[in-house]
């Protein structure tokens, strides 16, 4: 229960900084990637400060002997880079580039009550569900014989 609370916690700090940083205005986004346009470098520094503060906490925090609330951290173990992985990633960019969303501003615009991101938010959560249901057919054909 702990660990769903701070999970709450921690997703409503994020969203409030999101809204607070304009990152929820597609615009924000869009003018970022126009760089020979209206470029508006606010993005930059939004991420510039989420990298530094995963930089330390990804070299500092498995340095504790266990999670807080946890029997054992959750860290990546995959290093291999795949088509997946890149078709994966040119999907987000794009979607990225034509929304101006990605996956958390989005979800805390709709929330916020922001009509404009239903359509986005809806194709998004569209996309994921068809995304685990392609997976299941997969791993069912791979095991049949």
């Not at 970022?32 to 520094?45: C, I, K, R, Y």
């Not at 291999?80 to 990633?89: F, H, P, Q, S, T």
Request: proline share 6%; net charge positive; hydrophobic share 50%.
């Amino acid at each position: 229960m702990r660990s769903i609370l701070l999970s709450l916690v921690v997703g409503v700090v994020f969203g409030i900084g999101l809204l607070l940083s304009g990152m929820t205005q597609p615009a924000k986004v869009v003018n970022f990637l126009d760089v020979l346009g209206n470029w508006d470098p606010s993005l930059a520094f939004v991420m510039g400060g989420a990298i530094a503060v995963h930089f330390l906490a990804y070299r500092l925090v498995p340095r504790l002997p266990k999670p807080l609330w946890g029997v054992r951290w959750g860290l990546p173990t995959r290093r291999d880079i795949d088509l997946r992985l890149l078709v994966g990633a040119a999907l987000f960019g794009a979607g990225w580039g034509l929304g101006g969303y990605c996956p958390g501003p989005a979800l805390t615009s709709a929330v916020a009550g922001a009509s404009s991101t239903l359509i986005f938010t809806g194709a998004m959560l569209a996309g994921m569900w068809g995304h685990t249901l392609w997976e299941a057919s997969r791993k069912n054909s791979l095991e049949t014989p």
